[in-house]
């Protein structure tokens, strides 16, 4: 056999070079195995005893397998089931049955407008996408305002008026107002208190300053459980007011983050990581290549992208903030002990010396006071005051009304008579120490308006529903102030009320258009000839246009270090650090399946919120992840599992907040843990861990990170801005040249077009809004956390998180991946029944109705991107239920026992040629976009035509930066990456964060 | 040791031999016969509507061209059913006390649609584009047969895969000019004016068999 010779060994193993000693690690354990060199991975066949141990018996599988597939064809032998057809009585000017239209609204997220355009086929709304002429959206759209649309179709949300749990009638309501009115009146509103949530929406103010005026004596609060009191806070102290920071990242050359997750969890994260990842474009030398530094206390996509990222515990991040600035000549006290190394101190310092005008410092939303007043002080230093950073009073009007542990005092204190809570849950968000539970219930005459009938709802006398920003007539304002409308894509599922409905009910007890209340509002601010015009041109556009305050012209004060409190000696003991969920949020979208089921980033974690642990500190304690341990603070105690998480500072946990709900509804019920029963009111953000104990329990966490083995391979290709300008090349290694396997010539047909994809690693930050975009477009089923666990999650495509360097200070790159789409790809032979077969214009396509479950494909493809559904993930029996009315009716609803993955949007690009064909026209580059590269926020991913020379696409392929993954496999895929580049300080050195 | 097996069974075995294959065939060409069958496939079934509707009478006697009722036939995928008040521009002058034509009245006067049945249900995973067949000179005729025939309407061809492969693969003995869209009793085209079209509409059919044209 010797004399047969397949292949040279040596001539193999070189075009793999580069396939290890790229030193990237997904997990714990793989580093670990990497390191131990050759734990052999779990055989091909299990062990024949577990066989016989089965309940159900190797020939009992085989013929059920045969009579189900006998039986499976004579379901064929029927005709299809009658259906109708139903027209308009009238039909509505412009609509063609069949194709979508697009309202420009937006949907309110923690209180800012995100701008959205909303697709609706025959008056339902099935998919939101970035309005581009929004400018906190700026066409990108993030999970959660993806989901948005999911929430509205939540058969959950709350259908009625409810007094005391029974359904009643609005009128009912009405009738009780207008007897509380009197007696208000008679007092001038003593004893009627109001707490709210923040409120941007100029027209809700405005009703809520009539309000105010009408009954003087009424108390007004303000609830937030992801509280932003601080940066406000901050502004004062330097300046005299509280305003809002408003960032132009797209004129920094050097940033760095003080705790601020400003790529994802802040107002206009999206506007800001477009800025930003702007600036980082290695294949434009002209321009410079932004860098950043991060301090952080949890690792998050920010922290990610950063060059230098210095994980401390949240307590560090002041002092460290004191050394900058100290470092850097202004006056602050310096801190008892220092956190940050002096090279790295110097380095920075230096750093941000020598970028003056150019450099910019942004404080953490829930950093306190000083990290937020010493940040802009060292923001004027830098001469970044009014051109990198601008101030505008805060488009949360409501900001300055006392916080609830106020309201919490004046219960006690029996000064309540009535509450009215205004779209605000504070019997859960309430921090533990505040028992607002208790206290609500002795409030006499309790009214909760919100889209949920929630924990607080259950407790009080009356509850309204509220509308769906998708059926809401409404306004609101985005982060940097500008004004935009809500409007409604479909009348009111139930009976909800709008905010300005309420509140015209609360002050003249009458049931009011909700579009009236809000144009009467709006007319007022407009001159009234032009106001129909104009009204109509907002609408349209979805943004009132300079609706924006001019910033406001601030100078530092003298005195502003002298109002920072003394500087804490640096606490020894372990802290437990809360932070709002990405997803989630504040809880308040619990019961969201596609947001339950979005892996977290950084770990990857769907259907939990795990404890994060640094390695070190599980090391301690002997845990692992998914191991339950016991976290006690001062005002609780709750139950979380572990997540080992690398980077994690050694003496943090994390919790995210938002979950463990207990009237979310079917969704959101009982998952995770509830760590609002872990938070103190005065230290709402991170507080003094006092016991940490493992209680010896496991469960299994529903990771998706874990599920595809890299095994050493070269996946990424990564290197600094230095060695990309010194070898533009280095991303490309040598091709093969040697197969076992006859090529497959050029395919046979004449193909109009090729379609490529190109995804930019440097600009990912691996928020997953991409992830969510295409579950929404391609009706992608929500399975579970059971499902998850088990490897069966359903998303097309997964954002792979890859870490470098040593466990405790690690770097860390996404990869978003798709079906590859290749052209020589290893799906195809193996299907038995021709279900997968590729196109000409180069698309792998996949045919549900031919495919019989094999599932030889998914074992075959080297990307492990195709997914299959084990179960029945869509019909009215499954776990999670599929909601027919929020499905793409351009994409089938797959069943159970068929394969599925990326199409790259084939639906999107039927359409977009066959209306460049009905109009006569070549097809324009750009005019198709995927679900994925629409809601990005950074433009990561390029899609479009790669025989078109000057396509986008096509440039992007040209880069020296472009390769392909695994494509010493000879795959050759039309899904292409460009190589990571970052711009790392020389002077931080070796082994510095 | 005394044979297992008398001569007989040789025959035995044979028959049921040939009984088996007998079967499995008669089977499959029942099951191929079934398949094409009208019982499947729908052919000819006249669905009954809500009303009574003629396009013998409203196409073949008045000869109201097909777009002004099915108006979005060119611009969607979907050719469109008309509204109410479609029906009503003629028939609140004409036939206003027609009993046949209650139905229509009352969705008028209750504002509630009228249930049409489908007479040409594909199934769920066929994208079928309307506005692609219209504007690229295939008529309405070619699917849907002689409907200024039909009394009633029913259906025409077996919509089988097949059946759509057939055109898809050789679709020039299909196609007709664009003035001729609409038009009942269209004569095939000879060869010149199939090369003629094929090259006006721009087809090319080696790409109206991918996978994706039809089904995603």
């Known amino acids: ?993 | 040791m005394a044979q297992l097996f008398r001569p007989r069974a040789n025959a035995i075995v044979r028959l049921v031999m040939a009984a088996f294959f007998a079967t499995t065939l008669i089977g499959a060409c029942f099951a191929i016969a079934l398949n094409h069958s009208p019982y499947l496939t729908g052919v000819g079934s006249t669905p009954e509507q809500p009303v009574p509707f003629s396009h013998k009478h409203h196409v073949g006697g008045l000869g109201i061209d097909c777009r002004y009722c099915h108006t979005s036939v060119e611009q969607s995928t979907f050719a469109g059913l008309p509204d109410t008040r479609t029906c009503m521009t003629c028939h609140s002058q004409l036939w206003t006390n027609a009993e046949m034509l209650e139905p229509v009245r009352e969705s008028l006067k209750r504002d509630e649609p009228l249930r049409w049945q489908r007479v040409h249900n594909l199934a769920d995973y066929v994208y079928f584009d309307h506005r692609a067949h219209v504007t690229n000179g295939v008529g309405c005729e070619s699917c849907h047969g002689r409907v200024d025939k039909m009394p009633l309407t029913s259906q025409r061809a077996p919509l089988t895969m097949q059946w759509c492969l057939d055109c898809h693969r050789s679709p020039a003995p299909h196609l007709r000019g664009a003035e001729a869209i609409t038009a009942m009793g269209h004569p095939p085209p000879d060869s010149t004016t199939q090369r003629q079209l094929m090259q006006q509409f721009d087809i090319e059919p080696e790409r109206m068999s991918e996978c994706d044209v039809c089904h995603r």
């Open chain 1, 1 to 993: 056999m010797s004399s047969v010779k397949y292949w040279d060994k040596s001539s193999l193993e070189e075009p793999l070079y580069g396939k290890h000693g790229t030193g990237y690690w997904r997990t714990l354990n793989e580093l670990a195995e990497s390191a131990e060199c050759g734990e052999q991975p779990p055989g091909e066949f299990p062990d024949p005893e577990y066989l016989q141990r089965l309940p159900v018996s190797r020939r009992r599988v085989l013929q059920l397998l045969g009579a189900s597939m006998a039986l499976a064809g004579a379901t064929a032998c029927k005709r299809q089931s009658p259906e109708d057809i139903v027209p308009y009585v009238q039909r509505p000017e412009q609509q063609v049955p069949g194709r979508a239209e697009y309202y420009a609204t937006s949907i309110p997220i923690d209180g800012f407008a995100h701008g959205v355009l909303a697709e609706s086929h025959e008056g339902r709304p099935t998919k939101l996408e970035g309005n581009p002429d929004h400018p906190a959206t700026l066409g990108a759209c993030d999970a959660v305002a993806q989901a948005a649309v999911l929430s509205l179709y939540d058969p959950d949300r709350s259908p009625a008026v409810r007094r005391e749990g029974t359904i009643t009638s609005y009128g009912a309501l009405l009738e009780t107002l207008h007897q509380r009115q009197q007696q208000w009146d008679a007092e001038q509103g003593r004893g009627l208190c109001f707490l709210s949530r923040p409120v941007t929406s100029p027209s809700e103010l405005a009703a809520m300053e009539h309000l105010r005026r009408r009954w003087p004596k009424a108390q007004w609060f303000m609830h937030d459980p992801l509280d932003r009191s601080a940066t406000y806070e901050g502004v004062k102290q330097c300046f005299g007011s509280p305003l809002e920071p408003v960032y132009q990242f797209g004129r920094a050359d050097l940033v760095l983050s003080l705790d601020a997750n400003f790529l994802q969890s802040q107002p206009g994260a999206l506007r800001y990581a477009r800025d930003f990842m702007a600036r980082r474009k290695p294949e434009n030398s002209n321009a410079s290549f932004a860098r950043l530094y991060a301090i952080e206390s949890t690792p998050t996509v920010t922290g990610a992208v950063a060059e230098h990222r210095y994980g401390m515990p949240f307590p560090q991040v002041e002092a460290a903030s004191r050394q900058i600035a100290q470092a850097m000549g202004l006056a602050v006290k310096a801190p008892p002990q220092p956190v940050l190394t002096d090279r790295w101190l110097q380095a920075l310092v230096e750093d941000l010396e020598h970028h003056k005008g150019a450099a910019l410092v942004v404080p953490g939303d829930q950093q306190p006071a000083s990290v937020h007043a010493i940040a802009h002080a060292i923001n004027a230093a830098l001469g970044a005051t009014h051109t990198l950073v601008e101030y505008i009073p805060p488009a949360i009007g409501n900001h300055s009304d006392p916080p609830l542990a106020s309201l919490a005092e004046a219960v006690s204190g029996a000064e309540v008579e009535s509450l009215v809570v205004l779209g605000s849950n504070p019997v859960y968000t309430g921090a533990a120490d505040l028992d607002f539970r208790h206290l609500y219930q002795r409030v006499p005459w309790r009214l909760h308006w919100g889209e949920y009938n929630d924990e607080t709802g259950q407790l009080s006398h009356w509850h309204v529903p509220a509308t769906h920003p998708l059926e809401a007539w409404g306004d609101a304002r985005a982060y940097d102030g500008t004004a935009s409308l809500v409007q409604p894509l479909i009348q009111p599922l139930h009976e909800g009320k709008t905010a300005l409905q309420l509140l015209a009910a609360l002050s003249q007890a009458t049931d009011e258009r909700p579009r009236e209340l809000l144009q009467e509002y709006w007319r007022q601010q407009s001159e009234s000839e032009t106001f129909e015009h104009n009204w109509r041109r907002w609408l349209h556009g979805g943004v009132i246009p300079d609706s924006a305050p001019t910033p406001v012209s601030v100078s530092l004060r003298a005195s502003w270090s002298r109002r920072l409190p003394e500087p804490s000696p640096g606490a020894e003991a372990l802290i437990l650090q809360l932070q709002p969920d990405v997803a989630l949020r504040d809880g308040h979208y619990a019961n969201n399946g596609w947001l339950q089921e979005m892996p977290r980033p950084i770990t990857t974690l769907t259907w939990d919120n795990a404890a994060l642990l640094s390695p070190q500190l599980a090391k301690r304690y002997k845990l692992k992840d998914g191991d339950i341990i016991a976290l006690t603070t001062a005002v609780g105690r709750a139950e979380a599992p572990v997540y080992v998480l690398p980077g994690q500072p050694e003496h943090a946990v994390t919790l995210a907040l938002g979950y463990g709900r207990t009237y979310a509804g079917r969704v959101g019920n009982a998952v995770g843990t509830n760590a609002y029963t872990l938070r103190p009111s005065n230290e709402p953000w991170a507080t003094t861990l006092e016991a940490l104990t493992p209680t010896g329990e496991h469960r299994t966490l529903a990771l998706i990170q874990n599920h595809h083995s890299i095994e050493g391979r070269d996946l990424i290709r990564a290197t600094t801005l230095e060695d990309y300008r010194a070898n533009p090349d280095f991303a490309q290694h040598p091709a093969p040249s040697k197969s076992l396997y006859p090529e497959p010539g050029p395919p046979q047909r004449q193909a109009e077009h090729a379609w490529g994809m190109a995804i930019d690693l440097s600009a990912c930050i691996g928020c997953n809004a991409c992830v969510t975009a295409c579950q929404a477009e391609n009706n992608i089923p929500v399975v579970g956390a059971e499902e998850v666990a088990r490897g069966h999650d359903m998303h097309w495509l997964r954002v792979d998180r890859y870490f470098s360097g040593s466990p405790d200070k690690p770097d860390m790159v996404f990869q978003p991946v798709p079906c590859m789409h290749c052209e020589n790809a290893p799906c195809e032979p193996v299907c038995p029944v021709g279900a997968t077969q590729h196109s000409a214009d180069g698309l792998n396509q996949m045919v549900y109705q031919r495919c019989v479950g094999t599932r030889y494909c998914s074992q075959n493809c080297p990307y492990k991107v195709r997914r299959f559904n084990w179960f029945d993930y869509t019909s009215a029996r499954a776990r999670h239920p599929a909601r027919p009315a929020v499905q793409n009716p351009d994409v089938t609803v797959r069943s159970r026992g068929v394969m599925e993955k990326c199409t790259y949007c084939v639906q999107r690009l039927n359409e977009a040629t066959s209306n460049a064909e009905a109009e006569n026209r070549p097809l324009a580059d750009g005019e198709v976009r995927t679900a994925c590269q629409q809601s990005c926020p950074t433009r990561a991913i390029s899609f479009g035509d790669i025989a078109d020379r000057h396509s986008q696409v096509s440039e992007w392929k040209s880069s020296p930066l472009n390769y392909g993954m695994l494509e010493h496999l000879n795959t050759r895929p039309r899904t292409t990456y460009l190589a990571a580049v970052r711009h790392p300080n020389p002077a931080m050195g070796e082994g510095e964060p």
